[in-house]
């Protein structure tokens, strides 16, 4: 069973790493839960696909930069670093470009509040984002 969903959910591909982690969750009480979650977490491979799946999860907000804070348009919230913590970072890189690459913050205030921010890295990120990126806690 566990080689038939390995090998067509694309798992085998990844490192070994999860792939342990997720051998040993199989023996929890869930582990049918678990191994769904871990891999849709897991398989998704393009910027839209988690923004999907973090928008099917979550109420999401994009997140933009403006006079060193950060700003939720639809709402009029603002929030400074200390006020917001990194759930996590998605790393992705272009196909066919080393150039065409960029990461994924899912931030969540302290008010509850979960959002997105989305830059570039290497040459072509924002500088300004970086630097509030490092000044959020944690």
């Known amino acids: 069973m566990l080689w038939n969903l390995l090998k067509y959910n694309k798992l085998s591909k990844r490192i070994h ?10 023996k929890s009480d869930k582990p049918k839960i678990f191994i769904q979650r ?11 696909e988690v923004i999907e799946y973090l928008s099917a999860k979550y ?9 060193g804070i950060l700003v939720i348009k639809e709402s009029g919230e603002k929030f400074r ?3 917001l913590s990194i759930l996590k970072t ?12 960029s990461i994924l913050y899912h931030l969540k205030s302290e008010s509850g509040t979960n959002g997105i ?3 570039a890295f290497g040459m072509y990120s ?5 630097e509030f990126i490092k000044k959020i806690p944690g």
């Open 17 to 26: 790493k999860p792939v342990c982690f997720l051998l040993y969750k199989l």
């Open 38 to 48: 871990f891999i849709m977490e897991n398989e998704m491979e393009t910027l839209t």
């Open 59 to 67: 109420k999401i907000y994009n997140f933009e930069l403006e006079n």
């Open 81 to 83: 670093p200390e006020e």
């Open 90 to 101: 998605y790393r992705f890189e272009g196909d066919s470009s080393a150039d065409d690459m």
């Open 117 to 119: 921010l989305i830059n």
């Open 126 to 130: 924002n500088p300004q984002l970086d």
